[in-house]
């Protein structure tokens, strides 16, 4: 079993969200911090522990970013940090199943992660071991009590309900 700290300069966090009905918006935080435990002969005992700053949220639209950060959404003052924590993990090296507690806004929801990894261990030119892993998982963000929205004219919501979440994460490994 080793440990491995997220490399956050080599990692993404990124979710998308239909916007009026029509479109998604994209964004994505740049700060996390976090530990995998893995063991490649054992992924069932693999644990994942992961803090994400909310305030370092990036959509592209500065506007945007600020009314994400406020209090008709992610409350950052008073919920600063979305965290994820494995409850279990099932399935083979390369594809795992990780089953975590996600709280957001200070709301925590069991969320299933589906992965693809962790990779093999490989050393970078600057002899550190890494191992990297992609995910994918769907929430609503009316269960994390995100529940701001406008009617449009047309009919419909501004900001659709179902949140695709997009991990692209490498870890160092710890000596």
Do not use: C
């Amino acid at each position: 079993m080793s440990t491995y700290q997220l490399d956050p300069s080599h990692s993404n966090i990124n979710f998308s969200v239909k916007h009026m009905m029509i479109s998604k918006v994209r964004g994505g935080f740049e700060k996390a911090s976090g530990k995998l435990t893995y063991d490649p002969s054992n992924p069932g005992a693999t644990s994942v522990d992961v803090s994400i700053e909310v305030a370092s949220i990036k959509t592209g639209e500065e506007g945007r970013d600020t009314h994400l950060k406020s209090a008709d959404f992610f409350d950052v003052e008073k919920y600063p940090i979305i965290t994820f924590k494995s409850v279990r993990a099932s399935g083979t090296a390369g594809e795992l199943t990780v089953v975590g507690e996600l709280t957001i806004h200070g709301v925590t929801r069991p969320v299933t992660l589906e992965l693809e990894g962790p990779t093999e261990e490989i050393k970078d030119p600057w002899g550190n071991i890494k191992i990297a892993a992609s995910g994918k998982t769907k929430i609503k963000r009316k269960d994390f009590g995100l529940t701001w929205n406008a009617a449009l004219e047309a009919g419909g919501l501004l900001v659709g309900d179902d949140v695709s979440i997009e991990v692209d994460v490498q870890f160092v490994k710890q000596v």
